[in-house]
Structure formats: structure tokens, C-alpha cells
């Protein structure tokens, strides 16, 4: 929330960051490596509304543009706070999930699990952890999508 001074604002970012994680197609290698992602692609959703309402002066309008313009708050940005916020709201996105599914997500991304392993563990066929994880992106998307930002 360093880069703007509206929660708002500083929502919608994190908000996106989310979004964009459901959409890739991305196999992380590690938890680790999820997280320098989210991180890497928050930073850049801020400096890329940054340098849009420094391009489009008629957006400064908008209060909270005018907030995102505020130098001192870019310079105090924290990436360890974008982290805080985005395990808070993957968190909460994460624990509305059904069980079943959110149990595959757990052993694909946060445990790294490869698909066959997965299946050997729960018992289950292949296709149907990659069923599982495609219900699971659909639902955390369209969850997201319905709710926006629930965590203040």
C-alpha cells in the first residue's frame, strides 16, 4: 500500500495480481518461486499505474490517482508488505475453496507436487487432478471476479 495512499487502489493491485495467477499457465517450482511471482507482478502492476497517470494527466483526477502520483509513497513502497497482503488475500480465496479442491492446490503449488504424484497420493487418475485444478483456478477466478478484494 507504500505506492498508493488509497487502500482502495492498493486493493485493486492486489486484486489483479491474484487475477493474473489464476490466468497463467505458469508451473511454479516452488513455492519460493510463487512468491518472488506475485511479488515481481505486483511491483510492476503499481509502477505500470504510475507511469499510466503520469502519461495521462487527465486520470489525475481521480483522488486516488492523485494519491498514486505521490513520490514520498512510491519511495517507501515495501515489497514485504505486497507479500503480507497477497498471502492475506490468496489466503482467504484459498480457504473457500472445497476441500477436495483445495487439497489439490495445496499439493501442486505450496507442497510441488507433480501431477502423477498427486495422484498417486490421493488415488485418483491423472486427468482428474488436472480436472481438479482446472475447477479449482475456475472457481478462485470467478470468486475473485464476483467479490473483488474481501479482505481490508
Known sequence: MRY?????????IVQETFLR?????????????????????????CKNRIRHLSN?????????????????????YSLDEVEKDAREF???HLDALPE??????NLRYFDEN????????IGISKRNVYV???????????????EGVSHA
Open 132 to 146: 481438479r485444478l482446472h475447477r479449482a483456478r475456475k472457481f478462485l477466478r470467478e470468486r475473485i471476479e464476483r
Open 21 to 45: 495467477l489464476c490466468r497463467t499457465t505458469t508451473v511454479f517450482a516452488s513455492e519460493k518461486h510463487l512468491e518472488n511471482w506475485l511479488i515481481k507482478t505486483a511491483a510492476n502492476l
Open 114 to 121: 507433480d501431477t502423477a504424484t498427486i495422484a498417486e497420493t
Open 4 to 12: 498508493f495512499k488509497s487502500r482502495d487502489t492498493a486493493d485493486d
Open 56 to 76: 495521462h494527466p487527465a486520470a489525475a483526477f481521480d483522488d486516488a490517482a492523485v494519491e498514486a502520483l505521490d513520490q514520498r509513497a512510491f519511495d517507501q
Open 100 to 105: 477436495d479442491l483445495r487439497d489439490i492446490i
Open 90 to 92: 490468496i489466503g482467504e
